[in-house]
């Protein structure tokens, strides 16, 4: 019974973009108000993609100044900046890279910080801080304010002291999803590029837009923007888009 279900929408995303395929990696661009937009599905997980959002919009803004919203679900993610983001296919599959993904998500996501938290646990079970006597343990601040003070005069003095080297290592798997995050750029430099501009949000890319605009702020409620936007997106398919369809959508966008 899926399949029939999902035949209409299918339907309009082949008509305005194009269907995910194997071997290929769907990218849509966009220009609306907000900006340009670039919707990709990787169909990885929303964790993966959470964790591919931040680090390509970490690498983009290396490329240059700017601002980078992201969002993600289990199909894909978005990355929407006020300024124009690379159109060759060329760009992006350099952005997709693995060279430096460990360097890379450490700096994106601040986790010197989350390491330094991560060590206190390793420096008490190593015995670099003492817990206190039993029926009087120290408090996690005062254990958190120890810990830190060794892990910064080890990253100053003795960068590639073992303890710290496995306090990132913890960030990166527990907290970042590293295996998850490299098995999946591995697998998505054998993919070909598809990319798609198409003339409105798209089936596939208009649930990660609608996730996003669930955490901006409006005199109207989310409930009710999403199903504005979605009465139109809905006009504009059973005209058949291309162009002819309503472009109440494409306003509300831009």
């Known amino acids: 019974p899926e399949g029939p279900a999902l035949e209409p929408l ?6 305005w973009s ?3 395929a194997p071997g290929r990696l769907l990218l849509e661009r966009h ?12 169909f990885l997980g929303r964790l993966a ?3 591919l959002a931040a680090l390509l919009a970490h690498r983009l803004t290396g490329l240059e100044p700017r601002s980078v919203k992201v969002s993600a679900n289990d199909y894909g993610f978005e990355l929407c900046s006020p300024s124009p983001l690379p159109e060759l296919l060329e760009v992006w599959r350099e952005l997709f890279t693995i060279e430096g993904l460990a360097d890379d998500l450490l700096d994106c996501l601040n986790a010197t910080e989350l390491a330094r938290r991560r060590f206190r646990d ?5 015995g670099l801080v ?3 006597y039993p029926g009087r343990d120290k408090s996690a601040r005062q254990l958190q304010a120890s810990s830190g003070l060794i892990f910064d005069v080890l990253e100053r003095w003795d960068p590639e002291h073992l303890l710290l080297a496995q306090a990132r290592g913890e960030v990166l798997e527990h907290e970042l999803a590293f295996r998850r995050l490299r098995d999946g750029l591995e697998l998505i430099a054998e993919l070909e590029f598809d990319g798609q501009s198409p003339p409105r949000l798209t089936p596939l890319a208009f649930p990660i837009w609608a996730d996003r605009m669930q955490a901006s702020v409006s005199s109207e409620s989310w409930l009710e ?3 504005r936007m979605a009465s139109e997106l809905e006009a504009a398919a059973d005209a058949r888009g291309h162009g002819r369809g309503s472009r109440g959508a494409d306003d509300e966008s831009r």
């Open 130 to 132: 003492f817990p206190g």
């Open 122 to 126: 390793i420096a008490r079970v190593s």
């Open 18 to 20: 194009a269907l995910p």
């Open 31 to 42: 220009r609306t108000r907000e900006g340009y937009h670039l919707f990709a599905f990787p």
């Open 49 to 51: 993609h959470e964790g």
């Open 10 to 15: 299918l339907r309009v995303q082949a008509d």
């Open 225 to 227: 923007r999403v199903r």
